[in-house]
């Protein structure tokens, strides 16, 4: 019970801190499309983002499995706030540019990664196993609640405070998160012989969570799945925000409204999933949930009008917790708890090579193929203009539809692939052992 207690601590802090960060970002974004109108400038953010995690991120999974998993997350809260700091610094003395923020984008997640896998390889000993998928889902509402919040602070203070301000918010907001987990007490996991050989050198501590990957098909083919989903989805969300930005003249409170439209469709799922516990067969929840987004935000793309963007963003996000949640819960019901930062280090390291190449050539693939192809007289125009239309934003929206497109078929075809429909009953759950 005090560990489910300190679960729900940490939990609210969280939710704090991200709807600083989520100001922050919203407000960069703005600033960052006024200064240049360019969406291969606003994915090179998530490009910068993940391609040192890539490097990071398998360290990242020896140190939670080493390590105490509080003073990580303490350690990430702390680098955020620094690096916030700085770009407050530099945008008070004039002296921001895009390249200072690449710099710090790429630092501050780094040290996120570090946190975020301490904090998510902790909740299986703070909750009971049959919590999983609930503790899960309630994770996830961080993000969809700061969603909600965040759009609609940021452009009410935007005007009046501009961008400083809005930093400002966001550092208090990071001291709160980091105040809450300085005084709470965080298990640690119970050593087991897979959790460090002696004379184990660092590349094959390094290696380990591939390894135990490789030798268990079933979980192997949930992050081919996720992988082909996560691809699809990066290109989709890169070109979000420039999409709707293009398609209303640059209207900003229109994006703040569907933006919010997607935090309240992420709370109200993942509030109904926290209610209901998700499928018992957790698998159906993944798969279901891929089929459930992927429909929702080929609506979107066709939607030429804030009404159906507002209503289709709610539809997308609300699949969202359940889908993310439901494969969350199987690594932590098959993963012993000991091993779980190497195991799941493994599993983002692949997920973030497979985003950093979609965030990598989402802009191009917008600004360089599908735009020009649906300008008057452009290649696909002719074709697809009745369905697109042909002003500025068809093309990026012609490139959502089939990144879409693409998220439903892996949902589908799970299905046709036993060793990825049956993983729960491949592969024994675990008994967590707590120290």
Not at 150 to 163: C, H, M, Q, R
Not at 189 to 217: C, D, H, V
Not at 387 to 408: D, K, P, R
Not at 412 to 434: C, M, Q, T, W
Request: glycine share 10%; net charge neutral.
């Amino acid at each position: 019970m005090f560990a489910v207690r300190t679960f729900m601590i940490i939990w609210c802090g969280q939710i704090v801190s991200a709807i600083g960060s989520a100001m922050t970002r919203f407000a960069l974004t703005i600033w960052v499309w006024q200064l240049t109108g360019e969406v291969t400038t606003i994915a090179l953010f998530s490009f910068f983002y993940q391609l040192p995690l890539i490097f990071v991120s398998l360290f990242a999974g020896v140190l939670v499995d080493r390590y105490r998993r509080k003073y990580l997350i303490i350690l990430g809260d702390t680098i955020a706030i620094l690096c916030t700091i700085i770009i407050g610094l530099l945008y008070a003395t004039n002296n921001l540019q895009i390249w200072h923020l690449y710099l710090l984008v790429a630092i501050s997640g780094c040290f996120g990664h570090i946190q975020n896998l301490a904090y998510s390889a902790s909740i299986p000993l703070l909750v009971p196993k049959q919590h999983y998928t609930r503790a899960s889902s309630m994770s996830s509402l961080v993000q969809h609640a700061s969603a909600i919040i965040s759009p609609a602070l940021a452009g009410i203070f935007y005007p009046a405070i501009g961008l400083l301000g809005i930093i400002v918010i966001d550092i208090a907001t990071f001291a709160i998160a980091a105040g809450t987990v300085i005084f709470l007490s965080i298990p640690q996991p119970a050593s087991t012989e897979t959790s460090n050989k002696e004379g184990e050198t660092i590349w094959q501590q390094l290696a380990f969570g591939f390894r135990y990957i490789l030798s268990r098909p079933s979980l192997l083919s949930m992050t081919i799945a996720f992988s082909f989903f996560w691809f699809a989805h990066q290109l989709a969300e890169t070109i979000f925000q420039p999409m709707i930005l293009a398609r209303t003249g640059g209207n900003t409170e229109i994006l703040g409204v569907v933006m919010t439209a997607a935090g309240v469709g992420g709370v109200v799922g993942g509030s109904f999933l926290s209610i209901w516990g998700g499928f018992k067969r957790r698998i159906n929840g993944m798969l279901l949930g891929f089929i459930g987004t992927g429909l929702s935000k080929i609506l979107l793309g066709i939607g030429q009008i804030p009404l159906i963007w507002i209503g289709t963003s709610f539809c997308s996000a609300f699949n969202l917790p359940l889908l993310f949640s439901s494969s969350i819960a199987i690594w932590y019901a098959k993963v012993e708890p000991s091993i779980q930062g190497r195991v799941f280090a493994a599993d983002h390291t692949m997920g973030m090579i497979i985003g950093t190449v979609a965030s990598l050539i989402a802009g191009p693939l917008a600004d360089k193929v599908f735009e020009p192809a649906m300008k008057p007289g452009g290649l696909l125009s002719s074709t697809l203009s009745p369905v697109f239309g042909t002003e500025t934003g068809s093309g990026m929206a012609l490139l959502y539809v089939i990144t879409s497109i693409c998220v439903v078929s892996v949902g589908i075809s799970g299905y046709f692939f036993p060793k990825l429909r049956n993983v729960e009953d491949i592969l024994p759950d675990h008994d967590a052992d707590v120290s």
